[in-house]
């Protein structure tokens, strides 16, 4: 349940909202501080929620218990100056109370912050920079903090409001489902929208909202589609000799959950399949690529695609012995895919990211590029490949048995990188190649070359 908004309360009685702030598991966008913090303390959970996705703190809980105002009635006000005084640059964040009742059986109230996701980077008063990841607000080093600043340059576009925009083109339908899916119980479900920084306070839709509810979203972004194509054989061909299966190339506009939906059934029915014993000895139908790992590398492009490239959509390719996935704009600078298993938690589009996780459809990127990796490895397989341009990024999932992990430890680390980027082009690759590929320094890709040749790996 959303605890933001007295309407998602009113059906509560006053006794029980106790029980659902300390009820609530700590996460990504909520966590509880007890009413004895030092305001300086203050400051870290809300710059952690401004750097990354926003969130909620409540203070006057903790530990169990509910002590609220009543042990400090003038706490509110160090709050507002704790928020004044040890964040910079300044940050607006709104403040409200709510009555319950405390540990001691009075009726109390407890404050509640909403932070809200900012193109933004914040400090506290001693320049130490917070980031939210998980349930932890976590201090960045400097590497780290100067991708942040450079990704933060790049304005939140999903937070930009569509002009004209109303709630009137929203799908209702789909609104009371993840009302349904978060325990939203209010008489109004627009208030969950904003509480989630969807709509303005005067009903425009942002970027977000639009592409996560609207009924007709390619009206403001014809981009915002997926494109699913089964090819007959490993490679595409040109021109007479394209190997496109005509009956199953799909198009496909709708809103984000939508575009979900209809691409996994479609994938679900035509991607190859491979004939297996299964465990009662009996033949069984499985997708050469486990089925985790696409759907979620399928969710992650919708998700963090970039919408503000316009004239390209998110491009599922199906091949007999792999499935290649392509979605518009680049890695954030936090992502390392050097080292998929150590990457970095962002989201270029926090709203939209929010939700579908609400929805159940995936994660952050970097915790599902971390499922991928590891369903993949499950089956046996390779891990999965990035590879960008100038202007999209393509994961590669192949059905190829990785090295195993004896012979992996003989290798330098990041030699099965480039050995399977070796092994995705058939008239192989040269030095220069593989370091435009993986973005590696010279000396670095040949130190490998040279290591994989002398175990017979390459020639």
């Known amino acids: 349940m959303d605890i933001l908004y007295e309407d998602n309360l009113q059906s509560v009685p006053c006794e029980k909202r106790a029980e659902i702030l300390l009820s609530r598991p700590e996460s990504q966008w909520f966590e509880r501080k007890g009413i004895k913090i030092r305001p300086v303390d203050i400051a870290r959970p809300i710059i952690a929620f401004a ?21 400090n009635p003038k706490f509110e006000n160090k709050v507002r100056q704790a928020i004044h005084d040890y964040i910079r640059p300044h940050i607006n964040v709104p403040i409200e109370k709510m009555k319950l009742i405390n ?65 009137q083109d929203l799908d209702s339908d789909l609104i009371s489902k993840y009302c349904v899916k978060i325990g939203y119980k209010g008489k109004n479900p627009f208030n969950i929208l904003r509480a989630r920084f969807l709509l303005s306070s005067d009903n425009h839709q942002t970027n977000a909202c639009h592409l ?41 506009y709708d809103n984000i959950p939508n575009l979900i939906y209809r691409a996994t059934d479609i994938i679900d029915r035509i991607i ?9 000895n009996e033949f069984v139908f499985n997708d050469i690529i486990p089925r985790d790992a696409w759907l979620e590398g399928l969710v992650n492009a919708l998700v ?20 290649e996935i392509i979605s518009p704009g680049i890695f954030p600078g936090l992502a390392n895919t050097s080292d998929l298993m150590n990457i970095s938690r962002f989201a270029r589009n926090p709203r939209i990211a929010r939700v579908c996780t609400e929805l159940g459809f995936g994660q952050e990127l970097g915790e599902g590029i971390k499922r991928i990796v590891t369903e993949m490895r499950k089956a046996g397989y390779i891990d999965p490949i990035y590879t ?30 480039v ?41």
């Open 388 to 417: 960008q341009n100038s202007g999209n990024v393509k994961l590669r999932l192949e059905a190829v048995m990785r090295l195993g992990d004896e012979l992996l430890s003989k290798l330098p680390k990041g030699s099965d990188l």
């Open 51 to 71: 750097n990354a996705e926003g969130g909620l703190l409540v203070i006057g809980a903790s530990n169990g218990k509910v002590a609220g105002l009543n042990y």
């Open 272 to 280: 190859t399949k491979r004939k297996s014993l299964g465990n009662n």
């Open 212 to 252: 996560l509810f609207s009924k007709h979203p390619q009206d403001v972004f014809p981009q915002a589609s997926v494109r699913v194509t089964k090819f007959l054989a490993d490679e595409q061909g040109v021109g007479a000799k394209l190997n496109i299966d005509s009956d199953n190339d799909y198009r496909l």
């Open 304 to 323: 963090h695609r970039s919408y503000s490239l316009s004239g390209d959509y998110v491009h599922v390719e199906i091949y007999p012995t792999r499935i």
């Open 103 to 167: 540990s001691s059986g009075d009726l109390d109230e407890v404050l509640l912050l909403m932070v809200s996701p900012s193109d933004t980077v914040y400090e506290d008063q001693s320049g130490k920079c917070f980031m939210r990841v998980g349930d932890d607000s976590r201090e960045l080093k400097y590497n780290d903090r100067r991708e942040l600043e450079y990704n933060k340059g790049l304005r939140q576009y999903d937070g930009e409001i569509v002009k004209d925009s109303t709630t």
């Open 419 to 459: 050995l399977n980027t070796i092994r995705m082009s058939p008239n192989g690759m040269g030095t220069g190649e593989i370091m435009d590929k993986l973005v590696m320094s010279r000396p670095t890709i040949s130190l490998r070359l040279k290591r994989l040749e002398e175990m017979g790996l390459v020639t």
